[in-house]
């Protein structure tokens, strides 16, 4: 059974930044795609970015520029920095796994963590 444990979540001023990691329990994440998805009220989940065994990185128009996705291996985690952050970026933070991007859209998902952006 794979835990993946989203944090770092908080209440932010337009224009600042945060880090949320991702930890796994049960699971290498080195062997798979790791992707950060959000979702806002209202709104379907949607795909922020992901990264390659590699490390090769992509990212939907709304964020680039902004957000960084990582990985360290050796910490078993992933991590999205998100810096300049705008009201819209609103959302439960989720991260995934998946061998392709498609097995990570539809595995499992944690608790994600909420990130809000607020004057």
């Known amino acids: 059974q794979v835990q993946l444990v989203e944090s770092g979540g908080g209440l932010v001023q337009p224009g600042g930044s945060l880090r949320l990691p991702c930890s796994a329990f049960?699971?290498?994440?080195?062997?798979?795609?790791m992707g950060w998805y959000r979702q806002a009220p209202g709104k379907q989940r949607e795909l922020v970015a992901h990264i390659t065994r590699s490390g090769s990185t992509e990212y939907a128009d709304s964020v680039k520029g902004r957000f960084t996705i990582s990985r360290d291996n050796a910490k078993n985690t992933v991590y999205l920095q998100m810096n300049n952050l705008k009201p819209e970026d609103t959302a439960v933070y989720y991260c995934?796994?998946?061998?392709?991007?498609?097995?990570?859209?539809?595995?499992?998902w944690g608790q994600g963590t909420q990130v809000t952006v607020s004057s």
């Open positions: 995934n796994r998946g061998i392709t991007i498609q097995a990570m859209a539809k595995g499992s």
């Open positions: 049960g699971s290498i994440l080195s062997l798979y795609i």
